[in-house]
């Protein structure tokens, strides 16, 4: 079982607002709780993208697993952990549910099951791999690393908290973009190509490609017109990467604020790049 926080970029503006990326991997079965924090933008590796061989194979490997086996009580807490000899059977029971599980999915896909609904079957022992981006993670912080927390959820939260805490900061001025996944001497003639790469490896939730290889631009950039050339348009990849905004005082009577908090989304102090695309949110129907 997996709990890993990774730095992916980390900028901080003039007026002091940081803005991190970090790259996760986790029991999917507390994704839904992550999921609960509004002032995050996320992407994460999908089920219907992956194939079911490599799913299987990974949860063969690596299954998702409790990190604490603690007894039933009424409440959302558990209570103290199993004896030895319980939480060793209770491990045994978990892994011989996902053995059976990998059986019935390897019959639905032999009969030609499409992957989005075979790696359903798995997803109870199944990681995510997700990218992150924030201004904001006090209210996180507070929430998932205390003593309260799910246990795998607070694992999490520390191992993030340990990442950011010893991350290196880039500074960046007005104009300067965080692009997180492209890497130092890539693209540093044109912050509109970077940005685009950015885009596309953060729908990807990886620097390398689905192989795990080395990217190849021109694929980036077509990975990146398939994603905000389309109608509607898969705009979720382009909330990570942002520009820090100015900070204006007033003289005498004035403005005092940001110049274009239209453009923040959920971060503080920076124009997120989605907000710079045309009908980047669908209004209405019609």
Known sequence: MTITAKVIADSVSRWGNRLTTMQLRYPKFIHGEFMTHRMFSRNASSSRAIPVERMIQDVMDDPAMPVFWGTNKPGMQAGEELSETDRDDAIGNWLWARNSAVEYARYLHRIGVHKQLVNRVIEPWCHINVVVTATEWANFYALRR??????????????????????????????????????????????????????????????????????????????????????????????????????????????????????????????????RLPNENVASLS
């Open 146 to 275: 205390h003593k309260d927390a799910q246990p795998e959820m607070k694992a999490l939260a520390d191992a993030m908290w340990d990442a950011q805490k010893d991350s290196k900061i880039t500074f960046l001025d007005t104009g300067s973009w965080h692009v997180p996944y492209v890497q130092d001497g890539e693209a540093t003639d044109s912050y509109a190509l970077a940005v685009k790469l950015s885009v596309a490896r953060c729908a990807r939730v990886s620097y390398l490609t689905h192989e795990g290889k080395p990217p190849n631009v021109e694929d980036d950039l077509k990975l990146y017109d398939r994603l905000v050339g389309s109608t509607p348009l898969h705009a979720s990849p382009a909330e990570h990467q942002a520009t820090p905004d100015y900070w204006l005082e007033p003289e005498g009577v004035g403005f005092r604020g940001y110049t274009h908090s239209e453009e923040h989304g959920n971060f503080v102090g920076w124009r997120q790049y989605r907000k």
